[in-house]
């Protein structure tokens, strides 16, 4: 399995084998105490965060009530901020994402963006408690006809003041930020060494029309809405689940009638859920859609998941897959035969990283696999209790599922970039690209580029129960 290097925006999606709650927040928050004498949640922990605790509130004396005029409303659409709040378009001007009564969704509204250096505008997400599941979404709002943009976060600053994105250096700071075409997500503590902690977390979004490889440069003008997904702290000990809506376009690898109770799927399920295992991390409820008829003929084979326009298959397969469970909180698996660029292959299997459940129809809320049908045709035919199926997509779905959960490759396929989870090992062969032949000791862990093994470590597992994708 080989993740091909043509479309170098892949590695950044994640590819191998290649109730509802809204409230206003505020730009500055109360003091911080910086010395209220922070205990590590693991003895070799590296804590760069210090607690964040409420200032007391003054007590006022009684005070003349005096009538006021009633608040403006806000008016959606016009890129106003028309009740004076420091917000523009923000409270149900834009759809709320599908919520689990778990979770909750604060609308941070939209920024404007300046053709400009210098430091991005950001918004303040007030995170509602020590270690809960948290992800920003950040989405452009292009002009019509407009091509969208890549869109990533440009900074995060915790709320004991602590930098986990820094300016320009998206790629290689803790909390490294994902580069989406239209769309970028942030998932709150993306290496072990951070602390989620409760309080205000700044963030800073921007768009460009090259991918920022070095330095955001080149920034574009335009408009960017915000909001955060959150979810209470899993159990220390306690299951984290994750729900899948699995999607059979045009009949691949099978009918999902087929599929959902086949031995191939038992097999690939039970491959997932031993992978994921040490962290307390399993599969729940799973449901099977069939997209069939015309569009499971035109999305059966993807031939153009990387541009950046309207024709990028991935993105219109997500949204005919939608059309199924429009209210779905789960994350979509989309299972197709090919996923090429260009008629080229790139992957047999793409995901978003740090995605966010429950946003029906948009590429932050699925992953898709290729299977390859010669392949799975011969897995028909070996004895039902072989577990070659599970051997050989049951790991591609774990390793998606660990891109989805936050996790980045342990090392990419340049031999540049590497995670930044801190027990992690690195392949540092000088090499055009890497491969597990060269580095057979990595290549044992589940998120290395072109795995071999299941590996999964205590930092990496620390990281994916931060998405509040799973549930208790």
């Not at 700071?173 to 989406?180: K, L, M």
């Not at 097999?267 to 069939?292: C, D, H, R, S, T």
């Not at 897995?379 to 049951?394: E, I, R």
């Amino acid at each position: 399995m080989n993740c091909g290097r043509p479309l170098q925006l892949l590695g950044l999606i994640g590819c191998i084998s290649l109730a509802l709650a809204c409230h206003r927040v505020q730009e500055d928050g109360p003091a911080l105490d910086a010395d209220a004498g922070f205990s590590p949640d693991a003895p070799d922990e590296l804590v760069i965060d210090v607690p964040y605790f409420d200032a007391p509130k003054e007590t006022k004396g009684e005070t003349e009530v005096v009538d006021a005029p009633p608040p403006a409303k806000e008016t959606c659409g016009n890129k106003i901020d028309d009740d004076l709040d420091g917000y523009i378009d923000e409270e149900g001007c834009y759809p709320l994402p599908n919520l689990r009564p778990d979770q909750s969704w604060t609308d941070l509204g939209i920024v404007e963006l300046q053709a400009l250096l210098g430091p991005a505008p950001t918004r303040s997400y007030q995170a509602p408690s020590k270690n809960a599941g948290m992800a920003i979404l950040m989405t452009e709002l292009p002009d019509p006809g407009q091509l969208s943009a890549y869109v990533w976060a440009e900074s995060l600053t915790s709320p004991s003041g602590v930098e986990c994105i820094s300016p320009g250096a998206w790629a290689t700071s803790y909390n490294r930020a994902f580069v989406g075409i239209g769309y970028a997500t942030v998932q709150l503590g993306m290496a072990p060494q951070i602390s989620v902690l409760p309080g205000p977390w700044k963030i800073g979004a921007t768009r460009a029309t090259e991918l920022p490889l070095k330095y955001s440069g080149k920034p574009l003008a335009g408009w960017v809405h915000m909001g955060a997904m959150a979810r209470p702290e899993l159990p220390p000990n306690g299951k984290g689940v994750l729900d899948l809506d699995v999607f059979c376009v045009g009949g691949a690898p099978m009918p999902c009638s087929q599929l959902a109770t086949s031995p191939q799927w038992q097999q690939m399920a039970a491959k997932i859920n031993a992978i994921w295992k040490p962290g307390n991390v399993e599969l729940g409820q799973v449901e099977f859609f069939e997209l069939g008829g015309e569009e499971g003929s035109k999305f059966k084979v993807l031939d153009n998941v990387g541009s950046n326009g309207e024709d990028n298959e991935l993105t219109q397969v997500y949204k005919a897959a939608a059309k199924l469970r429009p209210t779905s909180t789960r994350p979509a698996l989309v299972l197709v035969s090919s996923l090429n660029h260009k008629g080229i292959p790139v992957a047999t299997g793409l995901s978003q990283l740090a995605g966010i459940a429950g946003m029906a129809g948009a590429r932050v809320s699925g992953m898709a696999v290729a299977f390859n049908e010669v392949d799975f045709a011969k897995a028909l035919t070996l004895p039902a209790d072989s577990p070659y199926a599970g051997d050989v997509w049951g790991l591609v779905i774990a390793h998606e599922i660990g891109h989805f959960l936050g996790l980045w490759h342990t090392d990419e396929a340049d031999g540049v970039l590497h995670d930044l989870v801190d027990d992690t090992p690195t392949c540092t062969k000088k090499v055009d690209v890497l491969t597990a032949e060269e580095c057979p000791v990595q290549a044992k862990y589940l998120m290395f580029w072109q795995p071999k093994g299941a590996t999964l470590t205590a930092g990496q597992i620390k990281v994916a129960r931060n998405n509040p994708a799973l549930r208790p």
